[in-house]
């Protein structure tokens, strides 16, 4: 059980990278020039940074990283709020309080 409750985290840690980085493609569709496109995706790229960021932390230091998680997925609600349909409330950042969740209890199995 601890194996799978060590890998667990990591590998949907990493596969929300992935898909949260598919959002940043949208920028190739708007016929800009090449540095205007290349600018749009790396500020479009910025939740990715913060998601690899708390994998990284949370590789080293699961508590910590735990925590991180969860404020990621709770900081998106509090800035998107009811600003975005219902779906995008539970899609985006249940995945990352999940995660979190499983980072702390990795943390206290240790």
Same mark, same amino acid.
Request: proline share 5%.
């Given at each position: ?23 940043? &493609? ?14 749009? &995706?790396?500020?479009? &790229?910025? !939740? ?5 960021? =708390? ?21 998106? &609600? ?9 779906? =995008?409330?539970?899609?985006? !950042?249940? !995945? ?15």
């Amino acid at each position: 059980m601890n194996k799978y409750l060590l890998w667990i985290p990591r590998v949907l840690g990493i596969a929300f990278a992935v898909f949260i980085s598919i959002f940043a &493609l949208d920028v190739f569709g708007e016929g800009s020039g090449f540095w205007i496109t290349l600018v749009a &995706l790396l500020i479009h &790229l910025v !939740p990715t940074y913060l998601i690899v960021a =708390a994998i990284i932390i949370s590789w080293k230091w699961p508590k910590v990283g735990g925590w991180i998680w969860i404020a990621l997925g709770l900081l998106y &609600l509090a800035m998107a709020g009811g600003k975005v349909h219902w779906s =995008a409330l539970v899609l985006l !950042p249940a !995945p990352a309080i999940i995660i979190g969740i499983l980072f702390l209890l990795q943390s206290q199995r240790k």
